[in-house]
Structure formats: C-alpha cells, structure tokens
T-cell receptor
Framework: GAVVSQHPSRVICKSGTSVKIECRSL??????MFWYRQFPKKSLMLMAT?????????EQGVEKDKFLINHASLTLSTLTVTSAHPEDSSFYIC????????????FGQGTRLTVV | TQLLEQSPQFLSIQEGENLTVYCNSS?????LQWYRQEPGEGPVLLVT?????EVKKLKRLTFQFGDARKDSSLHITAAQPGDTGLYLC???????????FGPGTRLSVLP
C-alpha cells in the first residue's frame, strides 16, 4: 500500500507554545489530506479536510485559528496547534487520498501530543 | 455527512474462536473501507469493497458488502491474539472531500 509519513510521532510542549505536525505522502501525490483527532479508546474524529493549494475545510466545532492547516504541495500537509493547552493533548492522525483514487486513503502513524 | 454504525462496540474472545463485526448506514455506500488500528498507531487499510454482494478474503478475514450496499461485515476465523485492535469501517464521501469513520469495534483476543 501507499506510504504516508507523519512526524513527529511524539511531542511534549509547554502550554502557550505552538506545535507543528507534518504529514507526507512518500510515494504518491495526494490531492486531499485529512486530519483527525482521536481520544483514548474512541474512534477517529475528522477535524478538517485540506486540498492542495486551497484553504482547509473544518468540521463543525473545530477552531480554524487554533488548528492551522497548510497543504502547500501534493505531498505535504501540516497541522499547527497554536497556543497549545493541556486539553489539546491527544493523538492526531493524518491521512492522504491519492489523486488517482476517490475511494481510498492511507494513514500516517499518528502523533501523540502532550501539553504540559 | 452520513453516519456509520458499527457493532458490537467491544468484543473479547478466546484464541481460536470465530467472530463477525458489522458496519451499517441508512444510506447507500459507493464504496467502503475496513481498517485495523493498533494502540499508538495509525489505521491500516485492510480492504475496499465496491460492488453489492462482493466478498473479499484476506487470509482468515472475510469481508462482505451487502447487496444493497448499506451494510458490510467482517468475519474472522480462528482469531489470534495478533488480531487484537480497533476495527474501523470508513467511507469517502462528496467526491473524495470527506472521509468519515464509524465508532469502531474494539476486539481483544485472549491467548
């Protein structure tokens, strides 16, 4: 299957600082990338959908100024958690949909964010 | 966004047992994906089903897509501890612009 690399896998930051998470499709071009948040023992909650070169579309209840998403190329999307607070601590996962496929997407390994 | 339902939410079985988990929606799927996620990892795609009535096998896993394309099932034969994980069904909607998941079935296979 196609490979999506997410970095970092773990990050600890202080309250008030910002953290950037990268999502790269390594062997395919991704027109669309998705960002999810996952709480312990829960399913994936879609936060936003980003298309290359366009502004991200955020799900209801997700603060776009808090979670900045940039999709500057067909292989890279970034999620920046700004002014992080302890309640932002979570597991964040990205996925990428190949531009050749409307039916499948592939996931990164996830990023465990801890805000202290 | 159409909701996906999965059942059961939790399942704990002994090694060697068989099990089936389900994914349902009130609307028709154009396609459906099944994923398995292990703790601390991202979901891994197992299969995509597209055609009503379709059956796909992946070693001890059998995936079926309902004739009306509103439901799907995953059957595991002779479960092993390595099958433990969160099983998610998901689908891409809106011409690839939304990718949503069901709540998942958390499977635990005890040795």
């Amino acid at each position: 299957g196609a490979v999506v690399s997410q970095h970092p896998s773990r990050v600890i930051c202080k309250s008030g600082t910002s953290v950037k998470i990268e999502c790269r499709s390594l062997d395919f071009q991704a027109t669309t990338m998705f960002w999810y948040r996952q709480f312990p023992k829960k399913s994936l909650m879609l936060m936003a959908t980003s298309n290359e070169g366009s502004k991200a579309t955020y799900e209801q209840g997700v603060e776009k100024d808090k979670f900045l998403i940039n999709h500057a190329s067909l292989t890279l999307s970034t999620l920046t958690v700004t002014s992080a607070h302890p309640e932002d601590s979570s597991f964040y996962i990205c996925s990428a949909r190949p531009w050749t496929a409307n039916t499948e997407a592939f996931f990164g390994q996830g990023t465990r964010l801890t805000v202290v | 966004t159409q909701l996906l339902e999965q059942s059961p939410q939790f399942l704990s079985i002994q090694e060697g047992e068989n099990l089936t988990v389900y994914c349902n929606s009130s609307s028709v799927f154009s396609s459906l994906q099944w994923y398995r996620q292990e703790p601390g990892e991202g979901p891994v795609l197992l299969v995509t089903v597209v055609t009503g009535g379709e059956v796909k096998k992946l070693k001890r896993l059998t995936f079926q897509f309902g004739d009306a394309r509103k439901d799907s099932s995953l059957h595991i034969t002779a479960a092993q501890p390595g099958d433990t994980g969160l099983y998610l069904c998901g689908r891409i909607e809106n011409y690839g612009q939304n990718f949503v998941f069901g709540p998942g079935t958390r499977l635990s296979v005890l040795p």
